[in-house]
């Protein structure tokens, strides 16, 4: 079955260590997108890709990197410079502006808990 | 004003009821609207587009008002399986890419036998 697939789902990490959050899409989408959801919070846009090799700045991108080398995937690195990394990650794919249809696949999400 | 604003709730409905979710967004520009559904720690799934003409699916109704800047979505005869939080998704620039999709902080509906 075609979908997004994220790992770990959930993950521990220590003040001050980077992680690194994966997402692969088997649905030859070529947007994909990093969001962010805190409790009782809307997402929020940290960082999308439209085409491989090619990637914005969404609204709260500091302290994230990512890549997209691959169109099937686009990892999330937190690193040590995001100040309140715990929250619920959130990693989607669409089929491209021009066949836009409003519909975000999303992945099941990534649970991090900074200790 | 929040570019897109939700009553948070919780709705808190018996069985059968009908209830409906408002949600405002501020840019008078905005030209794409939905709604999607998310289950407790669960990802987001839309649920309906909001067309200019109103749309409906099932026990769903969605209607845009371009006038007064908001968009509902309306739920008839309540199960408790639409027990979720209700999230208002609205595009800010027409043509633009999915960047501009902006996500309410959603209304949680609770159902009750």
């Known amino acids: 079955d075609g979908g997004i697939t994220q790992s770990p789902k959930y993950l521990f990490r220590k003040e001050g260590q980077n992680v690194t959050l994966s997402c692969e899409q088997n649905?030859?989408?070529?947007?994909m997108y990093w969001y962010r959801q805190d409790p009782g919070q809307g997402l929020r846009l940290i960082y999308y890709?439209?085409?491989?090799?090619?990637?914005q700045k969404g609204d709260i991108a500091e302290g994230y990197s990512v890549s997209r080398e691959k169109k099937e995937s686009f990892p999330l690195t937190v690193t040590s410079a995001q100040k309140n990394p715990t929250a619920f990650y959130l990693c989607?794919?669409?089929?491209?502006?021009?066949?836009?249809?409003?519909?975000?696949?999303f992945g099941e999400g990534s649970r991090l808990t900074v200790l | 004003r929040k570019e897109v604003e939700q009553d948070p709730g919780p709705f808190n409905v018996p069985e059968g009821a009908t209830v409906a979710f408002n949600c405002t967004y501020s840019n008078s520009a905005s030209q794409s609207f939905f709604w999607y559904r998310q289950d407790c720690r669960k990802e987001p799934k839309l649920l309906m587009s909001v067309y200019s003409s109103g749309n409906e699916d099932g026990r769903f109704t969605a209607q845009l008002n371009r006038a007064s800047q908001y968009i509902s979505l309306l739920i008839r005869d309540s199960k408790l399986s639409d027990s979720a939080t209700y999230l208002c998704?609205?595009?800010?620039?027409?043509?633009?890419?999915?960047?501009?999709?902006?996500f309410g902080k959603g209304t949680k509906l609770s159902v009750k036998p």
């Open positions: 989607a794919s669409t089929s491209g502006p021009d066949r836009y249809t409003g519909e975000l696949f």
């Open positions: 649905l030859n989408h070529d947007a």
């Open positions: 998704v609205v595009i800010k620039n027409y043509g633009g890419s999915q960047g501009n999709l902006i």
């Open positions: 890709s439209q085409i491989v090799n090619d990637f």
